[in-house]
Nanobody, 115 residues
């Protein structure tokens, strides 16, 4: 399984970005998918997840600003990020879980938010 992220960039605070994660296999085969992020000098943290049934979960700091979704016909997961702040600056990673035991990661895409 290959996951390829795109859509990162340098934006000003208050701006929006949409990240994409293109999967090499059918996304409906994954138990869940998610976005994680890692800021410089910090551990990789969960941002949002979505199950095959469509249930979503967000870390408190992004609730109301970020939206995770999956387009199964396109085998692509998205993260719509609105009202970005400098605290959102990080490398964002796409994750997919299949069968509960198989975990897959993308290579990451950089998001930088200037104040």
């Amino acid at each position: 399984v290959q996951l390829v992220e795109s859509g990162g960039g340098l934006v000003q605070a208050g701006s929006s970005l949409r990240l994409s994660c293109a999967a090499s296999e059918n996304t409906y085969e994954f138990t869940s998918m998610g976005w994680f992020r890692q800021a410089p000098g910090k551990q990789r943290d969960l941002v949002a997840t979505i199950t095959r049934e469509g249930a979503t979960n967000y870390v408190d700091s992004v609730k109301g600003r970020f939206t995770i979704s999956v387009d199964d016909p396109k085998n692509t997961m998205y993260l719509q990020m609105n009202n970005l702040t400098p605290d959102d600056t990080a490398v964002y990673y796409c994750n997919a879980v299949r069968g509960g035991d198989d975990y897959y990661w993308g290579q990451g895409t950089q998001v930088t938010v200037s104040s």
